[in-house]
C-alpha cells in the first residue's frame, strides 16, 4: 500500500474552448471534473499501474462531498481523508483548442483549524503503519503551518517509511531540512529553492541541504536525477503536445511505483518520463495515454553513471 498525502484537495474541473481570447465570451466544447490536488492525481496514476493507494488530506463542504463520491469509483484507491469545516477548493483548466496551451486558475482552499490540524496528524501516523511509501504533495490550504511538511516528513522517517515531497517555496526549504528520501522540484522550485538556475549544481545543493535524492522535471528535457547510487538523465524521445496538467504528478507515481518495486534508478526514471509523457497525450489530470506511455517507454534515454561502490 502507497500513501499519498494532499493537503490542499480539489475538485479540478477542466473546460475545452476552440480559441481562448481574453475579455471574449467562449462556447465551452467539453466540461469534465475529477478528485484533484497533486496527491489524488498521483494516486489515480499508481492505481491504474496496478498499487494500492491510501489517499488523505483535508475534505469539506460540498464540493468535498463530489471529490469523495468520485474517489468512491475508483478502483484501487481508498480514502482516508480528513472532514473539515470549510469547503474543498476548485481548480479549473481551460484548454484552448487551437493552441493546445492550457490557462489554470487556483483556488485557496479551506482554513484549516489548529484541532482540524492536529486530527490530521493523528490520522496521518495512524496510517504510517500500514505502508510501504509515502507522498505529501502540493500546496499548503491557509490554516496549515507552513512547516508542516517537514513535521510530517519527519513522521513517516521515524516510522521507517520512505517519503517523497513534492512542494514549493518556503514548504519546499524547511521540508528539504528534514531529509526526506526524494524531493521532486521543477526547474523553477528547484533554482528558488537553492539561488542556481544550473540544474546540475541546484539538484547537488539540494541534496546538501538535506534531501536524500533529488529528481529535478526539466520540461521537455525530462529528469534530473541526484541520487546515492548516481546521477542520471532521461529524456523523452519526441515533444508531445496536449494538456501538460498532471504531468509532474505522474513524473511522482513513476518514482513511488519503481521504489516499492525495487527498480534500479535508470528503469524508475524511464517509467517516469514515459508517464509524464503520456500524461500530457490524456484529457485530464491524473490520467494516462496507456498505448503511448507503453510504446515511449522503451525508447526513453537515461544517460549517466552509478556511482563507483
Not at 490520522?123 to 511509501?133: C, E, K, N, P, R
Request: proline fraction near 7%; charge should be negative.
Amino acid at each position: 500500500m502507497i500513501l499519498t498525502v494532499t493537503l490542499n484537495t480539489a475538485l479540478d474541473i477542466t473546460y475545452r474552448v476552440r480559441e481562448l481570447r481574453p475579455h471574449g465570451t467562449h462556447r465551452v466544447s467539453e466540461v469534465t471534473e475529477r478528485p484533484g490536488g497533486k496527491g489524488l492525481n498521483v494516486a489515480r496514476v499508481l492505481a491504474a499501474l496496478g498499487h494500492e493507494v491510501t489517499v488523505t488530506g483535508f475534505t469539506g463542504g460540498a464540493t468535498g462531498r463530489v471529490v469523495q463520491e468520485q474517489l468512491a469509483g475508483t478502483p484501487g484507491v481508498l480514502d482516508a481523508l480528513v472532514p473539515v469545516s470549510g469547503a474543498t477548493r476548485r481548480t479549473t483548466a481551460i484548454v484552448d483548442e487551437l493552441t493546445g496551451d492550457t490557462t489554470q486558475l487556483n483556488e485557496p482552499g479551506p482554513t484549516v483549524t489548529s484541532a482540524e490540524w492536529s486530527a490530521f496528524q493523528e490520522t496521518y501516523g495512524d496510517l504510517l503503519g500500514g505502508v510501504s511509501a509515502v507522498a505529501l504533495c502540493g500546496s499548503l490550504p491557509p490554516g496549515v503551518p507552513v512547516g508542516a511538511y517537514a513535521g510530517l516528513v519527519r513522521t513517516a522517517r521515524a516510522a521507517g517509511v520512505p517519503v517523497l515531497l513534492d512542494t514549493s517555496g518556503e514548504p519546499l526549504r524547511r521540508g528539504v531540512a528534514a531529509r526526506p528520501d526524494i524531493v521532486k522540484p521543477n526547474a523553477d522550485e528547484l533554482a528558488e529553492l537553492t539561488g542556481s538556475h544550473d540544474p546540475l549544481r541546484a539538484t547537488q545543493d539540494a541534496r546538501r541541504r538535506g534531501a536524500r535524492t533529488v529528481v529535478a522535471s526539466l520540461g521537455v528535457r525530462g529528469l534530473l536525477a541526484a541520487t546515492p547510487e548516481g546521477d542520471w538523465h532521461a529524456t523523452p524521445p519526441a515533444r508531445v503536445h496536449g494538456n501538460p496538467t498532471g504531468a509532474g504528478d505522474s513524473v511522482v507515481a513513476g518514482l513511488l511505483s519503481g521504489l516499492v518495486e525495487r527498480l534500479p534508478w535508470p528503469d524508475r526514471l524511464a517509467r517516469a518520463v514515459a508517464l509524464s509523457a503520456a500524461t500530457v497525450l490524456a484529457p485530464v489530470a491524473g490520467e494516462f495515454d496507456r498505448p503511448a506511455y507503453e510504446e515511449l517507454l522503451g525508447r526513453v534515454a537515461v544517460t549517466g553513471d552509478a556511482t563507483a561502490a
